[in-house]
């Protein structure tokens, strides 16, 4: 597999998450916490899905298999990890706002 088009795939991922993550904000906002919950789920799957392909990249590396560390890579992880913290805060966003719609 292409280096490349793997790190791509593992960003490509990563944003969708972020932007479904941020859309169940707002529908938790507007009060459609079913919709909101459907979204972090949707989020997590392609969550999983970069994460699957990381593992893979380390995977490699652990075998020997020299990979070079370049700023798309630097790029990728950081929208894994960016993408991972804002679905804990995501959820967490979507309790309190469920707690607040019931009070």
Do not use: C, F
């Amino acid at each position: 597999m292409d280096l490349e088009k793997t790190i791509v795939t593992i960003i490509t991922h990563s944003g969708d998450a972020r932007s479904l993550l941020m859309s169940a904000i707002k529908s938790a906002k507007e009060g459609k916490h079913d919709e909101a919950k459907g979204k972090i789920k949707e989020a997590s799957e392609k969550i999983h899905q970069a994460h699957k392909v990381q593992t893979s990249l380390i995977h490699k590396e652990a075998q020997g298999e020299e990979l070079p560390v370049t700023l798309l890579l630097v790029h990728a992880q950081d929208h894994l990890m960016t993408a991972v913290t804002i679905k804990d805060l995501a959820t967490e966003l979507v309790d309190i706002y469920r707690n607040v719609v019931k009070s």
